[in-house]
């Protein structure tokens, strides 16, 4: 199962066959998020090293976007290790919609 790094905190989590976005909540990690379905963009990221996929044809990303390694994680999963850079997550309860 893919391991997923969150910089600059170094925070780490494992995603077990849930999106990039479930697993950071279910670890704690709380990632900028909002419609959950990838049409906001409020939990944008750019992946700087591994892979991943979105689960949907077409994410809000415009095609240069992608070309440079952003992802919407609340519609990705992880299908190597990855490293996130994501400087607004925060480590903590999830008070937040969801």
Known sequence: MPCVIVQPSG???????????????AAGIMLPRSCRNGTCRACRCLVLRGAASHTIPWPGLSAEEKAEGWILPCVANAISDLVLDAPGARHGPNNGPD
């Open 11 to 25: 925070w780490s989590f494992a995603t077990d066959g849930q999106t990039i976005l479930q697993a950071a909540l």
